[in-house]
């Protein structure tokens, strides 16, 4: 069985961010999870277990509950895309890690992207995967959620969060390969419930709508490299158009969200 970390607690203004720390090796590496994240139940799953554990064999791995979610404080109204990179921040600042590679996914990555273009001298490096740009479509970002689509999210989510339908629909969107495990479904939904409460989740998804990061893009000036499943290739291409030094890499086997939960995809 595998050791749990310890929980430490990082000041940001008036809010307290929950964070563990995994490994001990010279490069510091910062996990930054999309909407979603809890801590405690990370530890529940053995396919994410794997992939923590494997990030963590190439440095000093840093993992946090965003301020509104998991173990870290809640708070009213929608967070803002600077004051969660601010969190980043502060916790790096409490684990005494002065440059890190920044590694997050879908609507994280404007979190790790807006902090690499922000604080250029803490990020040693940025990896995304499946980025987006923006939370609405324009004519030369066309793939974001339509207004009509996001009041249809807006409204399941405010109907339906915490409802163990609900969860088992979303699953079959974010992992269509693990929808009929009945391990994982129940993980699944515990892990949604404990990231988030229901106005949680509406201030969350308000914030993805509004959050955009595309004329920050040319700003990052870090090493990039932007992974992307089949299905996402054109907004991968659209950040790797815009930072100056990037890799672009497809995982042809990745279906969903989630790079852990198939072995070829994982490795």
């Not at 992207?113 to 604080?119: K, P, R």
């Not at 990037?246 to 070829?264: K, Q």
Request: hydrophobic residues 40%; proline residues 7%; aromatic residues 8%.
């Amino acid at each position: 069985m595998t050791q749990i970390p310890d929980v430490h607690y990082a000041r940001s203004g008036e809010v307290s961010i929950a964070y563990q720390i995994i490994g001990d090796g010279p490069v510091d590496l910062v996990f930054v999870r999309g909407i979603t994240g809890d801590l405690l139940s990370t530890w529940d799953q053995p396919l994410l277990v794997r992939h923590v554990l494997g990030l963590a064999e190439n440095g000093r791995l840093m993992m946090l509950d965003k301020r509104g979610t998991g173990l870290s404080d809640r708070v009213g109204g929608v967070p803002t895309l600077e004051t969660r990179m601010d969190d980043v921040r502060a916790m790096m600042d409490a684990a005494s890690s002065e440059r890190a590679v920044l590694w997050s996914g879908m609507e994280g990555s404007r979190i790790t992207t807006l902090f690499a273009a922000t604080y250029p001298e803490r990020t040693a490096a940025l990896i995304v995967l499946n980025p987006t740009a923006k939370g609405r479509p324009t004519p030369d970002y066309p793939w974001a959620p339509s207004d009509d689509e996001w009041r249809e999210t807006l409204r399941e989510v405010r109907e339906g969060w915490g409802e163990r339908e609900y969860f088992h629909r979303l699953l079959r969107v974010q992992s269509p390969a693990m929808a009929e495990d009945e391990a994982f479904r129940a993980w699944f939904v515990t892990h949604m419930r404990r990231s988030l409460t229901p106005g949680a989740a509406m201030a969350f998804h308000r914030m993805a709508m509004e959050a955009d990061v595309a004329d920050v893009l040319p700003a990052v000036r870090v090493p990039t490299l932007i992974l992307y499943s089949p299905e996402a290739r054109e907004p991968a291409e659209f950040f790797a158009r815009h930072i100056p030094d990037n890799e672009l890499r497809e995982l042809p086997t990745m279906r969903g969200e989630y790079t852990w939960v198939d072995d070829a995809t994982h490795e």
